[in-house]
């Protein structure tokens, strides 16, 4: 868990551009008050909101550099608070100098992800947005900047707000009739209370189903591929990474160890992980590669059993099948090109040709369907595995509001609970652990 923050909003500062050189490097301010900082390295505050041409002093008022300053009053900033961004030469000896300057004059440096963490407190953004500031910086592909851009823009966040306010007009409706016990069940079916409760459930598994692509955008999926000696592992690797990423050899047993490259299919990341075939040995550094291969297995959303096309499933597979933990499975029949066999595709098979590349693509669609990829378009946006845990614990408290909708008291805090479950998402109710625990992946200077 991150430190603690201090209780007083104070001056902090960080180096708001990525570490190198670069044409232009940034130094940003923000507190209570910058206004000494300001005429201290400046020699005025500049007008707010206007770009203006400045030297950088040092203590004897020597310049460090020269560049852009920028000024946002309170509230009209990143942060809310006053901000003063600086902005100069990306050589980081230059903002190293620029920064101690900053820290010299009473500012801190700040903390991993301080910055955004203010602009929540502040209500310049919702937890959801602020999350997904550091996910379109993290952004690995289109998709995934556009996700986190409509997360930013407050798309996801709106989704939750309505679904709250559903909650809300519901739980009035509920705990209005607990005064009036006689007529309580009849009045909230003359409400359409219960049709009420279903269509919000409805709309909980819709926005889950959403977030649950933005979770693949951002985490990925996890591919293992397991199977005897010399079927195909590692030329299938190759293959979907595009280059040669694992020693390919005629010699059973030349993958000792796992080897694991990141492709991405249809923007989704997939880490693909190869492993060392699975067999009964003496080698005892082939017998550490197999076991690290079932520790990978273990942690895999996905294992693909790769086998022969000419032989199929054997009780040599069978047995590898048999010791899979509950993992969504996929069988590939290899080598089509030597089998004569066409590549095609079942629910959960794939014949394909790592070497010619045949069914290759059978494959990376089986993969997309096995995680729950839907072509969603400009409907997706940026969630975490927080979020869907909180969209789950709603779903839950909606399905058990509608078994005890009977006793109107229970009916009521399951629809509490449900609610809070939501106002999660955006941090209206957040413990302070969580916070300190999702700014501090934040990079410095965000």
Not at 158 to 172: D, F, N
Not at 182 to 187: G, L, S
Not at 226 to 236: A, Y
Not at 359 to 377: E, F, K, S, Y
Request: with cysteine.
């Amino acid at each position: 868990m991150a430190n603690p923050l201090p209780p007083r909003p104070d001056l902090i500062a960080a180096v708001a551009t990525a570490p190198g050189r670069g044409g232009v490097g940034v130094v940003r301010v923000s507190g209570p008050d910058v206004g000494p900082l300001a005429a201290a390295i400046l020699g005025r505050l500049p007008q707010a909101r206007r770009a203006t041409f400045c030297r950088f002093l040092d203590r004897a008022g020597a310049p460090l550099d020269e560049g852009i300053a920028l000024y946002f009053a309170a509230p009209h900033s990143f942060t809310g608070e006053h901000v003063l961004e600086l902005q100069g030469h990306g050589g980081p000896v230059v903002l190293d100098l620029i920064l101690r300057r900053c820290v010299e004059l009473g500012a801190r440096l700040a903390a991993p992800g301080e910055f955004s963490r203010r602009a929540f407190l502040n209500g310049k953004l919702d937890l959801a947005q602020a999350e997904a500031v550091a996910d379109l910086i993290d952004a690995a592909s289109a998709e995934a900047a556009r996700s986190a851009l409509r997360s930013l823009s407050g798309e996801f966040s709106a989704r939750i707000g309505e679904l709250v306010e559903q909650l809300i007009r519901l739980r009035t409706l509920v705990e209005a009739t607990l005064d009036f016990p006689d007529e309580e069940i009849d009045f909230l079916e003359q409400a359409d209370a219960f049709g009420r409760l279903r269509a919000i459930g409805a709309s909980v598994a819709a926005v889950r189903s959403q977030a649950r692509q933005g979770v693949l955008l951002r985490e990925g999926l996890t591919v293992v591929l397991v199977g005897q000696p010399n079927v195909g592992k590692s030329s299938l690797l190759n293959r979907l990474a595009g280059f040669d990423a694992a020693i390919v050899t005629e010699i059973a047993g030349t993958t000792r160890d796992t080897v694991c490259e990141a492709i991405r299919i249809e923007g989704v990341p997939v880490h693909v992980i190869d492993t060392a075939g699975l067999r009964e040995t003496t080698d005892p550094i082939e017998q550490l590669g197999i076991a690290r291969s079932w520790a990978a297995v273990e942690k895999a959303d996905v294992a693909l059993l790769l086998v022969d096309a000419a032989h199929g499933v054997g009780a040599h597979e069978a047995q590898i099948l048999a010791k899979l933990p509950d993992v969504t499975r996929l069988t590939v029949h290899n080598k089509i090109d030597v089998a004569g066999e066409a590549p095609r595709a079942t629910a959960d098979e794939v014949w394909l040709s790592a070497k010619t590349g045949e069914g290759v693509d059978l494959l990376r669609a089986r993969l997309l369907q096995a995680a729950g990829w839907q072509a969603v378009g400009e409907g997706a946006f940026m969630a975490r595995t927080r979020h869907l845990d909180a969209l789950d614990r709603a779903a839950r408290h909606l399905e058990r509001a509608g078994a005890v909708a009977g006793q109107l008291e229970l009916f009521a805090e399951e629809l509490r609970l449900a609610q809070c479950a939501l106002a999660e998402i955006t941090g209206e109710f957040s413990a302070d652990a969580l916070l300190g625990e999702i700014f501090g992946t934040f990079c410095i200077g965000k």
